[in-house]
């Protein structure tokens, strides 16, 4: 059996070191309800900018420059303050974070196990308006699955959840544990996808189609911080009265496991998982195995890194 927890929760908008403390008081928290495997939301650090959706490029200036000066280099001494509390409290976890490297911005996930990462990946391609503000992963980042004594763990962020192939590369990776991490989403008439509802539709069906288990880890917003995010604040208004979680966590038949917390409330969910339950949906069909046709379809992936500069004696 395999304790896993999936975060709900708000950051400290745009403050990086507080929202640090409140990482490290949350891998605390799932050390002590002895959870072994933990996911975090997408830009968890330093939260995930709706601005960039809702003012324009001249609007959102000073807050993309505050966003920038906030986020998390992998080598930092913030990172080794959230390594330090996932080994003293013996977790495995993916953490989701804007990666700062250099002058530039991405939409990052390590894979810390031991406190060390030993993985570390880039959202593939930022969505949308996102591209105004971060980079692309490169083919490095097509590598979604490591190997722990907890499992194999994959990750995907946020809409990357809509690329087929992308999730189909992960299956052919052999995930057993899926962290599927999101930011806070309101349901609208503007587009289904960037739902509650539409997200937890797509990470139950990546449960369903690769037979994993799925932690699906959101971020809250809450109603007094609408304002800082270009948000309308009226109770009417249309995106919602505030909230935005919907953290779950599902079988590999694409069952809830855990009830869900309320959209503003914060916490981890968890639940106790035996990997030997895989099996019940793989015998049923299996895309990666005896349920694929590798003689009709194929698919070609190039995880080499491209690299902007390269230098020739």
Not at 24 to 49: D, M, Q, S, T
Not at 70 to 91: P, V, W
Not at 188 to 194: K, M, N, R, S, V
Not at 210 to 239: H, I, Y
Request: with cysteine.
């Amino acid at each position: 059996m395999v304790r896993v927890g999936a975060v709900q929760a708000e950051p400290s908008w745009f403050n990086l070191e507080a929202t640090v403390d409140k990482t490290i008081a949350l891998i605390e928290e799932a050390g002590k309800k002895g959870i072994e495997v933990l996911g975090f939301p997408e830009l968890w650090l330093p939260g995930y900018p709706w601005p960039i959706w809702t003012q324009n490029v001249t609007e959102r200036a000073d807050i993309v420059h505050k966003y920038m000066a906030n986020s998390l280099s992998r080598d930092s001494e913030q990172m080794e303050r959230i390594k330090s509390a996932a080994k003293d409290a013996g977790i495995v976890m993916v953490l989701g974070y804007s990666e700062r490297d250099g002058a530039s911005l991405y939409i990052a996930q390590s894979y810390i196990v031991d406190g060390e990462i030993v993985h570390h990946r880039r959202k593939i391609k930022p969505t949308h308006v996102e591209r105004s503000i971060w980079g692309d992963g490169g083919g490095s980042s097509l590598k979604t699955v490591i190997d722990t004594k907890h499992g194999k763990i994959g990750a995907l962020c946020c809409f990357e959840h809509y690329q087929p192939l992308l999730r189909y590369y992960e299956y052919a990776q052999g995930a057993q544990i899926h962290v599927a991490a999101w930011p806070p989403f309101f349901e609208t008439d503007a587009f289904f996808q960037g739902t509650p509802s539409g997200s937890r539709l797509a990470s139950q069906f990546m449960a369903m189609e690769g037979q994993t288990f799925v932690l699906v880890s959101t971020q809250v917003l809450k109603k007094e911080n609408f304002k800082l995010m270009g948000l309308p604040d009226s109770e009417t208004n249309e995106v919602s009265p505030g909230g935005g979680g919907f953290a779950m966590i599902y079988g590999p038949d694409g069952r809830e496991l855990v009830k869900a917390l309320a959209p503003n409330e914060e916490g981890i969910l968890q639940a106790d998982i035996d990997l030997q339950d895989i099996d019940y949906s793989k015998n049923l069909l299996d895309p990666v195995g005896q349920y694929s046709r590798p003689d009709l379809m194929t698919l070609v992936v190039d995880t080499k890194e491209k690299r902007h500069v390269v230098e020739r004696e």
